[in-house]
């Protein structure tokens, strides 16, 4: 027998990726162009200025797709901006933090590592310290921690990155498109997403902000960047930064292409306020909602991250069965902690289309029928017509 031509939908509501926005699911059936075709830098040409105004980036900084995932946003901005031996000082409070502090000593950087615990903040106050004892090339931060659901204060990381002449390299995976970003306001050097998380269009490309600090660094390096599919310059020329012929660099993922730039365009005409404001009243709502029934914020309101929520468990539930009856019974997709806090949290996506209200009562009904709750559905909705 053959198998199965495609699987049974699954209502995910994982912080990444999240469920597919209906403008980026349409556009992943647009016609086929070539790379090189008018229709294609037409349409990048669009993405660019696009993402400029999501990122709050300056006319001069350069914003680019890259074909890749959220990690290569990561690894290319360290490849482009590090040399071997430059000092990077990597503020790391979860997992994504330890993963920038792997890539940039692959490269060959020094890198000394600050770090939080888990479930806190960086203190600003203590980059300043570390960085004033040591000035680094670079610090890299990631603005929310989806390990964990903390949101880290990284306009005040940006005025110490300034005060040292540091490069500033920010994660923003979970934050640009649903929440507000100042790329230019703040003085961010780099930062990146990926198309799955708050865009809500499949996974596979990196959308990408240089600043025109950044590029003069890499424009004078002494070595070379130590991979070619990397190295901006060739990003540069694809995209037509520079103002010269659109130069070939790699084939791009044409329809992934099509299907970021219009869940890009589906933000930017809903508004990130309206944005941030729809995730935020929906994460009270359910922590609220989750409370009755004996989960417990696993971050104080002040630090907590609007599009990822972490809820510790209550002491009786077995995590891995009640997960694993949630996608059963119920095709719901819910994940739980990482390393320390396997078994212990779950966490909750309210990014992009996963912030919506229905797909969380879909939750809160199954959690009715499998934990006995009785009422879960209507406690939910009445606290969302008072937070709506
Ligand atoms: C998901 C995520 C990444 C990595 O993105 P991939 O698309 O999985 O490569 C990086 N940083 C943060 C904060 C993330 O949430």
Not at 166 to 186: H, I, N, Q, R, Y
Not at 198 to 227: D, E
């Amino acid at each position: 027998m053959n198998p199965p031509p495609s699987p049974q939908p699954i209502l995910l509501l994982t912080p990444g990726p999240t469920m597919l926005h209906p403008r980026a699911a349409a556009a992943l059936s647009w016609p086929m162009v070539g790379h090189m075709d008018p229709e294609m830098f037409a349409f990048n040409d669009r993405v660019a200025r696009d993402l400029r105004t999501l990122y709050g980036a300056a006319d001069e900084d350069f914003t680019a797709l890259l074909s890749g995932t959220g990690s290569l946003g990561m690894e290319s901005g360290l490849a482009n901006l590090l040399e071997p031996g430059d000092r990077a000082l990597v503020l790391s409070n979860g997992v994504f933090g330890e993963r920038m502090g792997e890539m940039a000593a692959r490269l060959g950087a020094e890198v000394s590592v600050l770090r939080a615990p888990l479930g806190e903040p960086i203190d600003p106050e203590a980059v300043r310290r570390a960085a004033r004892a040591q000035p680094p090339k670079l610090i890299a931060v990631v603005h929310g921690e989806t390990s964990t659901g903390v949101l880290n204060p990284v306009p005040e990381i940006a005025a110490v990155a300034r005060e040292v002449g540091a490069l500033l390299s920010v994660d923003a995976v979970t934050t640009v498109g649903m929440l507000p970003f100042k790329f230019a306001e703040w003085g961010v050097d780099y930062a990146y997403t990926g198309s799955q998380k708050c865009l809500s269009a499949p996974p596979g490309l990196a959308p990408v902000a240089y600043s025109a600090r950044a590029l003069q660094v890499v424009a004078a390096r002494r070595t070379p960047v130590s991979t070619w599919y990397s190295d901006v310059s060739g990003m540069q020329g694809y995209w037509c930064a520079d103002g010269g012929a659109r130069r070939y660099h790699h084939t791009v993922p044409v329809q992934l292409h099509w299907a970021t730039g219009e869940a890009i365009r589906a933000a930017l005409e809903e508004g990130i306020a309206a944005r941030a404001a729809r995730a935020k009243a929906l994460e009270d709502a359910v922590l609220a909602a989750l409370g009755t029934v004996g989960f417990r914020a696993f971050v104080p309101a002040r630090w907590r991250l609007p599009t990822v929520l972490a809820v510790t468990l209550p002491e009786a539930l077995d995590d891995a069965r009640l997960r694993a009856a949630l996608r059963e019974r119920f095709r719901i997709a819910v994940t739980g902690g990482l390393g320390e806090t396997a078994g212990r949290i779950w966490r909750l996506g309210l990014m992009g289309e996963n912030a919506r209200p229905e797909y969380y009562a879909r939750l809160m009904h199954a959690l009715e029928v499998l934990l006995g709750a009785r009422g879960l559905v209507a406690r939910f909705e009445a606290l969302l017509s008072v937070a709506g």
